[in-house]
Structure formats: structure tokens, C-alpha cells
């Protein structure tokens, strides 16, 4: 008889347990939290409050209970390790997931693409849009020239260190961090068979950059960048000024120049190549790798001159004595006055 009696009582304390797993489920476990559209990032700024981020959570998902969630980060210890990044929520997840990712620092990386960047400004103003840095803080950073001189760079050739491409960040990235990120991937572009041929050629890395920096803009023909590389190195070799028409350009500050004048040409700078020989004291944007490669792997020609053809095609005819390059030149600024191309 007691066997019997008891059944009812086990079966009610069984219920009862069901119900109270079911409900620490449904706060703890079950996918309480979604996106309040598709995708949802979290941004946590970096000394960020567990209230403050707590904010940043709730402005872009949707918690079924935020009394609940709340109560459960704090007995998670989440009070205490709030960590700043960007965290992608893109499905319906559960209280104790979301506060895992977030304690647990597990950001979720973000793409960063730059080319054809000219100055330090628009590097700036391209990546800051993209981090935790801002554009300001990024220009502070490279204005010291005290934060990378220890490294073998100043102001007008740190650029050099930005070989464009596409990285991997986390956010919560400061211009320091994006400093020695990028500086790694340099030094890691830099192998030793790239530094053997720039020594092939008498140039360092910098030197190299900056060269290829203005073999990127003369040619807008990738398979012409080897042959005006040479076209260059034989002109640095007999120290013949570079006269190259993009170092006016920076120096005037002017990229939409598409005629260089005589006024232009007594800018005085030592960016100007008509004024000053060798190279200039830094690139004049960020050098691709192609246009480093085309240097590092140049014709061995004896080119010294190279104008653009006057069929407008992108391709120059190159030459090897002033009197040819002056007529293939004339041609080329007779096309240019049929087009009423001034400036």
C-alpha cells in the first residue's frame, strides 16, 4: 500500500522537475535573442561599462527578457570582463551563448581593403571609416615620427609600410596596433628574395617603393610597369633627373592635372623630379605590388625616355636619344591641343 501511495508523489516531483528544467531552459538555453534585422553588429568601445555595453546590445537585438539577460550576465562575471570589438549576430541565439561570445572577447574580423591611396590623409581617412581608430587618431600616430623612426621610416616615407591589399581586423584596433600589423605584413612581403634583387639593383625596400610608386602612376598598362621601371633605373644609374610628370602632380597637389605645364615644372619641392635628381624623400602613394615587382623584375633595356602614344591607348613609345623622344613627345601635345586638353 505505501509502494502505491508513493507513485503519485514521485510522479508529481517528476513534473515538477520537468517544468523547472524546461523553464531554466527556456531563460538560459533556448535561442532567446535574434537580430533586429538579419545581421546585427555589436560595437563595444574599447574602457566601455557593463552598462554601456549592455546599451550597445540592446540597440541592435531583440531579448525576449532583459531582466533575465541581465541577471545572467551578471552571475556569468560579465560585470567584470566586458571586452571591447565588433560581434556579429546573424541568428537567433540563447542568453548564455550571446554572453559567452561577448566574456569571451570573440570578435568576429572585418575585411580591410586600400589602394591607390596618394598621402597619409586619405590612408587615414580610408581605414579609420573601418576601425575603432579614427581617421584623427591615425593622423596623431603618424605626425610623431617618433612612433616608427626606431623601425628605419620618417613622415614622408612610412607610407611605404601600406603595401596595398586585403586584412584581416578586429575592430578594436588603435593606430598603434594598425601600425605593427601592418609593419609585420611588411617585413613578411619583404622575404629574402625580394631583398636580394632590390640589392641586384642598389636600392633598399623604401627606395623601391618609392620608385614603384611612381611606376604605378606613369603606367596605366600593367604589362608597361617592367620597361618603365628600367626606363628610370637607367636614368638614376647615369643620374639623369627622373622627370617624372606624378611627382609634379604631387607636389602641386593637384591628381587631375592632365597636362603638365611649365608652371608646374618650377614648383619648388623635393618631390619635384624636373627640379631635383634622384628620387624623392618618399612615395607618392601607397606602391602596389605589381608596381614593386615591376621594379624588382625591370627590363634590361637602354631606354631613357618614354612618352604617351597620341592614340591615347594607355601605351608609350619609349626612346633612346632626346631628339626621338622629343618627336614621339610633340605628337602626343598636338593630340592633345586637337582635344582641347589644357590642363
Partial sequence: MKIKKSIPFFSAVLIILIVVFYAGYSLILASNVRPVSG??????PDGASFDQAMDSVNAVLIIKNPGIFRKIAVRKNYPNSVKSGRYIIDKPISYNALINILRGGRQTPLEVTFSKLRTLNELAGRIGGQIEA??????????DQANYADDGFTKENVIAVFI???????????ARKLYSRMLREYRKFWNDDRIKKSQAIGL?????SILASIVDEEASRGDEKPRIAGVYLNRLKRGIPLQADPT??????????????????????PYNTYRHSGLPPGPIGCASIEGIDAVLNAENH????????????GYHNFARTLAEHNRYASQYRRELNRRKIYR
Fill in 39 to 44: 545581421r546585427a553588429a555589436i560595437y563595444i
Fill in 134 to 143: 579614427d581617421s584623427a587618431e591615425i593622423i596623431d600616430f603618424f605626425s
Fill in 204 to 208: 633598399t625596400p623604401v627606395e623601391v
Fill in 164 to 174: 596595398p591589399n586585403t586584412y584581416e581586423f578586429f575592430w578594436n584596433t588603435t
Fill in 248 to 269: 609634379v602632380k604631387f607636389a602641386v597637389n593637384d591628381f587631375t592635372l592632365n597636362r603638365i605645364l611649365y608652371k608646374h615644372l618650377e614648383t619648388e619641392s
Fill in 302 to 313: 637602354d631606354f631613357l625616355y618614354f612618352a604617351a602614344k597620341s592614340d591615347f591607348s
